[in-house]
């Protein structure tokens, strides 16, 4: 009997699958191009309009950031994305500690229509890993 049900809604059973996986396959898609500490260098270096948003806590920011980064901190993101209008189209690397709050800023960035979004693989550990330049804000 169930088989018999499924050979004649097979076509119905088939759409429903393919609908089901099209409403979930967004969520599946990697928002952000990561990028390695050498390819972040690259990406920097080689757009001049291109922006790095650093998405930690003011206090993690102050302690060491990217030179040239700006700090707008994941929980403000949603209130302060506005600050940020004027970038859609142009590069951004998203950094945090490890690349955990870059890639959730990377999505909900990329639902507000920013189509250049990259993150920093590895976080700024993975930088100064690296041995690359950080910047130390005095009290």
Known sequence: MPTEFIQQNIWYI?????????????GFRQAGKPLSPALATQFI?????????DVREAHEYNAAHL????????????????ELAD????????????GVRAG????FLQKLGFSNLSK???????????????????K
């Open 14 to 26: 088939v759409i429903a699958a393919v609908s089901g996986f099209m409403l979930v396959w967004p």
């Open 45 to 53: 270096n080689h757009h001049e309009d291109a922006r790095v948003i």
């Open 120 to 138: 920093l693989d590895g976080g700024l550990d993975a930088w100064q890993r690296a041995g690359l330049p950080v910047k130390r804000e005095s």
């Open 87 to 98: 970038q859609k189209e142009k590069p951004l690397l998203l950094v945090c500690a490890s």
């Open 67 to 82: 030179p040239g980064a700006r700090n707008i901190p994941l929980k403000e993101l949603k209130a302060r994305a506005e």
């Open 104 to 107: 959730q800023a990377c999505v």
